[in-house]
């Protein structure tokens, strides 16, 4: 059996390592032209989801690289003002544990784990236009380069505006969610962490601004400086599109600094002096998109995995975790198949039958977030001022009664996978 995965990013990889350790023969088809292009550094967090996908698909030197890799772990969850005033602080958990912890990881860093080891499999510079399917029942992948594939099975692994899923399922829409946001990067000195106290700089915060205004704020510090590792803070800020000039999301470089400096005209100034040193290449605006629910199709020899199929707010913090539990459940499937325990065709249609349930459930959770739509009442002019007081009292009381601590921290670290079916997996590996 021969899979062909289009898309060396996240879940893309992970299943391509977990396929090569069960021994199925798999390739990978990237369209930029090398490991370290198209990335901006940002922050993800990987949960005990994406940790036990992650532990159950890499080899395990390379899950070693991949935890001494990540960035200390938040030792707090702040909510803060624009004015830097601390509303709610919650105490998270020690990371002591490799799979049921929160993890900090660059994305760009992650990336770089992930293509170790790989050469023989992931192709750069493959940009898939379009598929056939053959009457043997396999699939040919075309490349914009004129090259083309085949295999037994073509797994879409190409994100928000997948190729694969435009071909597959036309009709699986991708929804504007009516928010722009800006996310900046500046690195750690002793400049910088001057104008940041204890919590905030061991934590992640957010900030509940008023106007409609919100951030996030997170301090990567590094363990060590392998693959160029250097310490950095991410602060985003997003609202609904009307709060930003028109064009924001095209804005590149200092011009998008100084449109996240005039939206933050009123914020404290030294959250201001951070995105006024924040380097300027790395900056990015996006206007956030999220997945319309799609109706099960029948089975075939495509499938798809992580964004492709369920595109999902940052409001959760989940849409990585969930692709790794993509990458995990398919693999698990796909060796399955490989060695004859079953039809390859209903492999793929229990992956599938597992997959778009939680993968929907997710996508709606991410939505259901303060501030995760456009047509929110936190930023409309007079409801906004309600919504805000509201949002900043639920954290206030629920750090303050330890029933509730509890349940929010506990939710947290939740893990969101089926355990039976990754022991299962791990046994038979
Ligand atoms: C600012 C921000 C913060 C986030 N924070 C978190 C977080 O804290 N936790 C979390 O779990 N998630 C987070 N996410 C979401 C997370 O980054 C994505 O959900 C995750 O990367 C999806 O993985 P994927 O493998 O499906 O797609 P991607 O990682 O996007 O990979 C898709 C790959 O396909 C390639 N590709 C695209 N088109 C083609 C083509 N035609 N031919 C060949 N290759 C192609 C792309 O170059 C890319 O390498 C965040 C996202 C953003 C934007």
């Known amino acids: 059996m021969h899979v062909m995965i289009i898309g060396g990013g996240t879940g893309g990889m992970a299943l391509a390592h977990g396929l090569k350790r069960s021994g199925v023969s798999v390739a990978v088809y990237e369209r930029y032209g090398s490991r370290s292009d198209g990335l901006y550094g940002y922050r993800v967090g990987i949960d005990p989801t994406g940790n036990r996908a992650l532990k159950e698909c890499l080899p395990p030197e390379l899950f070693e690289t991949f935890v001494a890799t990540c960035a200390r772990t938040p030792r707090h969850f702040n909510i803060l003002t624009q004015r830097l005033h601390t509303t709610a602080s919650f105490e998270m958990r020690n990371d002591t544990d490799d799979v049921d ?59 928000t505006r997948s190729a694969v899923r435009r071909q597959f399922l036309p009709h699986a829409e991708i929804a504007d969610t009516g928010v722009t946001a800006i996310a900046t990067k500046t690195a750690l000195t002793a400049q910088t962490r001057a104008l940041l106290d204890d919590h905030v700089r061991n934590g992640l915060s957010l900030i509940f601004g008023t106007k409609g205004m919100i951030g996030m704020l997170h301090v990567m510090e590094f363990r060590s400086d392998a693959y160029n590792a250097r310490d950095f803070i991410n602060l985003s800020v997003w609202s609904s599109h009307e709060h930003f000039p028109a064009g924001t999301d095209k804005q590149r470089g200092a011009e998008l600094i100084d449109t996240a400096l005039r939206a933050t005209a009123n914020w404290h100034p030294k959250l201001r002096k951070l995105i ?110 309600l919504t805000l007081f509201a949002a900043r009292s639920f954290f206030s009381v629920t750090s303050k009664v330890p029933a509730l601590r509890k349940k929010f921290l506990d939710g947290l670290y939740a893990y969101r996978g089926t355990d039976e079916v990754l022991e299962a997996a791990s046994e038979t590996l």
């Open 101 to 159: 912890s929160e993890r900090s990881v660059s994305r760009s860093t992650l990336r770089q784990v992930l293509f170790t080891d790989m050469d023989d499999v992931v192709q750069f510079g493959k940009v898939f236009t379009r598929y056939e399917q053959n009457p043997d029942g396999t699939v040919t992948a075309f490349f914009a380069d004129g090259t083309s594939a085949t295999g037994d099975v073509l797994v879409a692994a190409d994100g």
């Open 276 to 385: 006024e040193l924040s380097d300027p290449d790395a900056a990015f605006a996006l206007r956030i998109a999220t997945s319309t629910p799609v109706d099960p199709w029948p089975t075939t020899a495509i499938t798809l995995l992580g964004d492709a199929i369920h595109t999902m707010t940052p409001g959760q913090g989940v849409g990585a975790n969930t692709a790794l539990r993509d990458a995990a459940l398919l693999r698990h499937q796909l060796a399955a198949a490989a060695r004859g325990e079953k039809p390859l065709l209903k492999a793929i249609g229990d992956y599938e039958a597992e997959m778009l349930p939680y993968g929907a459930a997710r996508v709606a959770e991410s939505l259901d977030n303060n501030g995760t739509s456009g047509k929110d009442p936190l930023y409309k002019p007079v409801t906004g001022r």
